[in-house]
């Protein structure tokens, strides 16, 4: 009889790509199905299918609706999948935007690499920081378009928080809070095997941190736990956010002291931020500086169509919500919601934004500074002393917002030389994932005695770091396959 077995496809010693295949004697299972992301050539990866026989998959599953988990879902179709693709409420509800919004992005840089036209970025001073953007050689892939989602969108089935439902032969799953985004889950699957006790497997998805403002704490299983699948993000560094959280001096505290000095000065601020979770975040802290009056009527745009509707999203759902916001949500003020709050849902939208005189906040995407709205605002904004650029998380290498956070002091952005006039500031303490003290302590919270830990979703350094912390503080053993290696359970 086969085994039971777990293989990673993507986030092997790596973060994104997140695909894992369950198989047992009577079905197959796949949770997550990402994007690679980074680099031209890693985003060349994702052309490269995994070898899932996905004609022979009994049903998807999916941790929540960030684009490195679930970005390569509109391929389904055109694999031979066809059966059932089970999120939570609130990510079956978010996914049809993601994947239009990605479906949308593919054709426009075909579009762009054909006439010449994509966004470019160059740091020319300092020169120890000089970096310029990479140029594609080759015209980029279309993965699926608008009618592969159409598709995806018929096939998702919301599954409810905490109760166990049958997705495929010997094979039951519940969903868990994990406090990382709304809608992120935890997924617990118990697998019934002839001649064997069920098994109970734990797949973490990504962890949130400790004490997020917006989100209410992680759910755990009430019961034991046979085996666990961890991510490890950040368990290769001290995390931005964590021991201190957001109502600590390097959350609300520094977001207070920026707001009052914009507030005196008549400052732009501009936050670089990911339009799914991060924004949210943001919007809840801009909100409780508005109810305590240091916000005043300063303007706050968030310039994101993604970012304002799952910023509108999270008021259906308070049982999700941190035991504040939930409490403000059920006497009928929207925790995200306040009088000088802009939600632009489109470019013309943006419009506004960029009117704006006088004090105000913009959040835009990307976090990274290498696309969306924030590249426009950046055009406008860094070759003045009244502008001040405020990154709120983890800065990639090798990107314009690692160049600016460590002194770039000319660029050229679209062939249009920029000297760098702006502030920058950096606030800790609004991270989505969890921290590797608060892993170990989600670990401890797991019921029971796990045979053993598969670390997944970091990078080499990362599972190491993590396996080695589990093995000596939680007495686990741990396993860190590589790509498409198979780890029986």
């Known amino acids: 009889m086969l085994p039971l077995r777990i293989t990673l496809h993507g986030a092997a010693g790596e973060v994104t790509g997140s695909l894992i295949e369950v198989t047992t004697p009577t079905a197959r299972v796949v949770i997550d199905f990402g994007l690679f992301q980074g680099s031209f050539e890693q985003e060349d990866r994702n052309c490269v299918l995994p070898s899932v026989d996905f004609a022979r998959v009994d049903a998807v599953l999916v941790t929540h609706a960030h684009i490195d988990h679930c970005g390569r879902l509109g391929l389904l179709p055109t694999l031979g999948f066809h059966g059932p693709i089970f999120a939570s409420e609130p990510t079956a509800e978010l996914l049809p935007f993601v994947m239009r919004g990605s479906a949308s992005l593919q054709q426009l840089r075909v579009d762009e690499y054909r006439k010449g036209s994509a966004s470019r970025t160059r740091v020319l001073e300092p020169a ?27 096939a998702l089935i919301a599954i409810e928080w905490n109760r166990w439902r049958e997705i495929a ?19 617990e699957l118990e697998c019934t095997i002839a001649g064997r006790a069920k098994q109970r497997i734990l797949f973490s998805g990504d962890v949130g941190s400790e004490g997020n403002p917006l989100l209410a704490p992680h759910g755990v299983p009430d019961g034991p736990i046979d085996f666990v699948v ?17 109502h600590g001096d390097d959350g609300v505290g520094a977001l207070r002291a920026i707001v009052e000095n914009a507030r005196k000065h008549g400052e732009k601020l501009l936050f670089p931020s990911f339009a799914i979770g991060r924004s949210q975040l943001l919007v809840r802290c801009f909100a409780e500086l508005h109810r305590s009056g240091d916000l005043g009527n300063m303007p706050v745009y968030v310039d994101s169509a993604m970012a304002a509707r799952a910023c509108g999203m999270s008021g259906r759902w308070p049982e999700l919500l941190a035991p504040a916001a939930q409490r403000m949500r059920l ?19 943006g419009a506004s934004a960029d009117a704006a005189r006088g004090p105000c906040a913009i959040i835009a995407g990307s976090g990274f500074c290498d ?30 917002a690692h160049a600016l956070v460590h002194g ?36 401890k919270r797991v019921p029971g005695t796990p ?31 590589a790509v498409a290696e198979p780890v029986e359970v």
């Open 451 to 481: 045979r053993g830990v598969l670390l997944n979703h970091g990078s080499v350094a990362a599972r190491a770091g993590m396996a080695e912390m589990i093995r000596t503080q939680c007495g686990l053993q741990c396993v860190c396959p």
């Open 371 to 400: 696309a969306g709205p924030i590249m426009r605002h950046l055009r406008r904004g860094l070759g003045h002393k009244d502008t001040v650029i405020v990154f709120a998380g983890h800065v990639m290498h090798d990107s314009l």
């Open 331 to 349: 006497h009928g003020d929207d925790p995200l919601d306040f009088d000088s709050l802009h939600l632009l849902m489109s470019r013309a939208d």
């Open 230 to 246: 961890m991510e490890t993000t950040n368990g290769a560094r001290a995390h931005e956010y964590t021991e201190k959280n957001v």
């Open 408 to 443: 770039a002091t000319q660029v050229e952005i679209n062939e249009e030389v920029i000297d760098v006039q702006a502030r920058m500031k950096r606030i800790h303490g609004f991270s989505g994932h969890a921290s590797p003290a608060e892993l170990i302590r989600w670990l």
């Open 128 to 154: 120890a920081l000089r970096w310029e953007s990479p140029k594609r050689t080759s015209e980029p892939k279309v993965l699926f378009l608008h009618r592969d989602v159409e598709l995806v969108r018929k």
């Open 169 to 187: 032969p010997g094979v039951s799953a519940r969903f868990h809070h994990a406090s990382h985004m709304l809608g992120a889950a935890s997924i």
